[in-house]
């Protein structure tokens, strides 16, 4: 009897442990599957990179920002796109409102080589430094 029960409980542990492998196995992919990881693979967005400088050209679909990097002068082309958010003054502006000499920090995303910017905020160059390219004008 005693063997009788030990044998039942050995095939009951190995059908249980069957059952738990089996469990844990993942289907077999589909090209369904293939395509969805594809999908998601494609809407990864490319690492966000910030740059802080001042406005030297702006255009309705670029802006040229000269600032430090590394402790180098260098300049910067955004693109600008109807996705990018632009804000003066911490409201809402277009970017015919960025003029030169403000102030700007762009949020950008690297693609291919062409730099898109999501996100500028600026503030207006200080009067002094519109007073000093006032004058430099007149000149």
Sequence with gaps: MKRALAAIVGVAFVFASAALVGAQTPPPATKADDKKMEKDASMKKAPHHTAVGTVK???????????????????????LNDKT???????????????????????Y????????????NASAASKQAAKAKEDATKK
């Design 57 to 79: 050209t702006a255009g309705a679909d670029s802006i040229v920002v000269g600032g430090k990097s590394k402790g180098k002068e260098t300049e910067w082309t955004f693109a």
């Design 85 to 107: 958010k632009i804000k003066k003054a911490g409201k809402d502006v277009t970017a015919k409102d960025i003029a030169v000499g403000d102030k700007v920090t762009v949020r």
């Design 109 to 120: 995303m690297d693609e291919g080589g062409k730099m898109t910017a999501m996100t500028v």
